[in-house]
């Protein structure tokens, strides 16, 4: 069996590629830097560092790399020939994978078993995403080449944070996972993916996810940041900190009970298991790797404006929500051009322009009021 892998960061070796490894695949790493690629082709094996409890050392074999930019001939013809396709590359850059799956199809014997696609981004249907991206490019050829694959939504998380200087293509993370896959897709023949879990409707799984896990990491970062911390494990030893990142996931919570029927209990003690791991003194990841982008977190479907909207729609509380935006628009960081861009347009935009071009909510929706007195607040610091 072969996998195909496109993405071969920290997230792709140090998770999905793991679990394809210790499910029996072969491993074809696909990525456009050419450092990383020759790195990992120059050696037979790399580490995934577990640190914390229940942690272990898990050695990944049987892998190699190519250059997708200098080589597509030869990525498409690893396509043809494989069992699955993965991604981790972030959901602005499936546009630009597309066109190596699209072809990879297209040399892929009509006899073969159809190819499993499975985008592993953060983000909502982000596999349906990338279909789409595939079915534009195609046009009308996607008549004759649909069958030659099923395309499965995921939902996956994991922490890897920033790595240590030196560590080569070795990998630390947490020990916690979760790889939730949409089962229709797949029939009787599902990918061989150890520790994942097949579902009837991934819906929940990827908004519990994005709710709990991203709002939580980001609302301690931008917390942490405000209050001057450096690492996320410290940012949430704050009693302080703490508290007002549980009073925003309390919020996300109480909308996915109402949305999505999920138990009130059950959903406490998953919020006590992502501030655990958060709190994992011994993943060394900082306020500022977490906290980067700010403008994309801050925009309509994400971990922060989705759920407040979708949140005030319903009457529902969303004062730890904006609380966690109001510490996302002190965020700065001069190695981040949207961290920049986001103080920029804060000096130069009126509060109700800036609501509407970041957020993309428009002035009558009920969240807006009370994020243009967060702008507001933040735009008096600034002297605007």
Request: with cysteine; charged share 20%.
């Given at each position: 069996m072969?996998a195909?892998?496109?993405?071969?960061?920290?997230?792709?070796r140090g998770?999905?590629?793991?679990?394809l490894?210790?499910?029996?695949y072969?491993?074809?790493?696909?990525?456009?830097?050419p450092?990383?690629?020759?790195t990992i082709n120059?050696?037979?094996?790399y580490t995934?560092h577990?640190?914390?409890a229940?942690?272990?050392?898990?050695v990944?074999t049987?892998f190699r790399?190519?250059?997708s930019q200098a080589?597509?001939?030869?990525?498409a013809?690893?396509?043809?020939g494989?069992?699955?396709?993965?991604?981790a590359?972030g959901?602005?850059?499936?546009?630009?994978?597309?066109?190596?799956?699209?072809?990879?199809?297209?040399?892929?014997s009509?006899?073969?078993k159809?190819l499993?696609?499975?985008?592993c981004?953060n983000a909502?249907?982000?596999?349906?995403t990338?279909?789409?991206?595939i079915?534009?490019l195609a046009?009308?050829a996607w008549?004759?080449?649909s069958a030659r694959a099923v395309f499965?939504?995921?939902a996956v998380?994991?922490i890897v944070?920033?790595?240590?200087a030196g560590a080569?293509v070795d990998?630390?993370?947490?020990?916690?996972?979760?790889?939730?896959?949409?089962?229709?897709?797949f029939?009787?023949?599902?990918?061989n993916i150890?520790?994942?879990?097949f579902?009837?409707d991934?819906a929940?799984?990827?908004?519990?996810?994005?709710f709990t896990?991203?709002?939580g990491?980001a609302?301690t970062a931008y917390?942490?940041?405000?209050a001057?911390?450096?690492r996320?494990s410290?940012?949430?030893a704050d009693?302080g900190?703490r508290?007002k990142?549980?009073h925003?996931?309390?919020e996300?919570s109480?909308l996915?009970?109402?949305?999505?029927?999920?138990a009130?209990e059950?959903?406490?003690?998953?919020?006590a298991t992502?501030l655990q791991r958060?709190?994992?003194?011994?993943?060394p990841d900082?306020?500022q790797?977490?906290?980067?982008?700010?403008l994309?977190?801050?925009?309509?479907n994400?971990?922060?404006i989705?759920?407040?909207?979708?949140a005030?729609e319903?009457?529902l509380a969303v004062d730890g929500?904006v609380?966690?935006v109001?510490?996302?628009l002190r965020?700065?960081?001069?190695?981040?051009?949207?961290?920049?861009?986001l103080?920029?347009?804060?000096?130069t935009?009126?509060?109700?322009?800036?609501?509407a071009?970041?957020?993309?909510l428009?002035?009558e929706?009920?969240l807006t009021?009370?994020?243009?007195e967060?702008v507001l607040a933040?735009?008096?610091e600034?002297?605007?």
């Amino acid at each position: 069996m072969k996998a195909v892998h496109f993405g071969a960061g920290n997230i792709g070796r140090g998770f999905v590629g793991l679990l394809l490894h210790e499910g029996g695949y072969d491993l074809v790493f696909s990525d456009v830097a050419p450092t990383l690629v020759d790195t990992i082709n120059g050696v037979s094996e790399y580490t995934v560092h577990e640190v914390g409890a229940g942690g272990s050392d898990k050695v990944v074999t049987g892998f190699r790399a190519i250059n997708s930019q200098a080589d597509p001939d030869g990525v498409a013809d690893e396509i043809a020939g494989a069992d699955v396709v993965t991604t981790a590359v972030g959901p602005t850059i499936l546009p630009f994978v597309a066109p190596h799956i699209l072809e990879g199809l297209t040399r892929r014997s009509a006899d073969a078993k159809p190819l499993q696609v499975m985008a592993c981004e953060n983000a909502i249907g982000a596999t349906d995403t990338l279909r789409g991206e595939i079915e534009k490019l195609a046009g009308e050829a996607w008549g004759d080449l649909s069958a030659r694959a099923v395309f499965a939504n995921t939902a996956v998380d994991r922490i890897v944070p920033g790595q240590p200087a030196g560590a080569g293509v070795d990998v630390t993370v947490e020990p916690f996972f979760e790889w939730a896959i949409e089962q229709g897709p797949f029939g009787d023949d599902r990918p061989n993916i150890p520790g994942a879990h097949f579902v009837d409707d991934l819906a929940p799984y990827i908004e519990r996810k994005l709710f709990t896990v991203n709002t939580g990491h980001a609302a301690t970062a931008y917390l942490g940041y405000v209050a001057g911390i450096t690492r996320i494990s410290d940012a949430l030893a704050d009693t302080g900190i703490r508290a007002k990142v549980e009073h925003a996931l309390t919020e996300t919570s109480a909308l996915l009970s109402v949305v999505h029927g999920l138990a009130p209990e059950e959903l406490a003690t998953y919020r006590a298991t992502i501030l655990q791991r958060f709190a994992n003194p011994a993943l060394p990841d900082t306020v500022q790797r977490v906290g980067r982008q700010p403008l994309r977190k801050l925009s309509r479907n994400e971990r922060f404006i989705g759920p407040a909207a979708a949140a005030a729609e319903r009457g529902l509380a969303v004062d730890g929500l904006v609380a966690a935006v109001a510490a996302a628009l002190r965020f700065q960081d001069a190695a981040d051009p949207q961290a920049v861009e986001l103080q920029q347009r804060l000096r130069t935009e009126n509060a109700s322009a800036f609501v509407a071009s970041v957020t993309g909510l428009p002035a009558e929706h009920p969240l807006t009021p009370r994020l243009a007195e967060a702008v507001l607040a933040r735009q008096a610091e600034l002297g605007v």
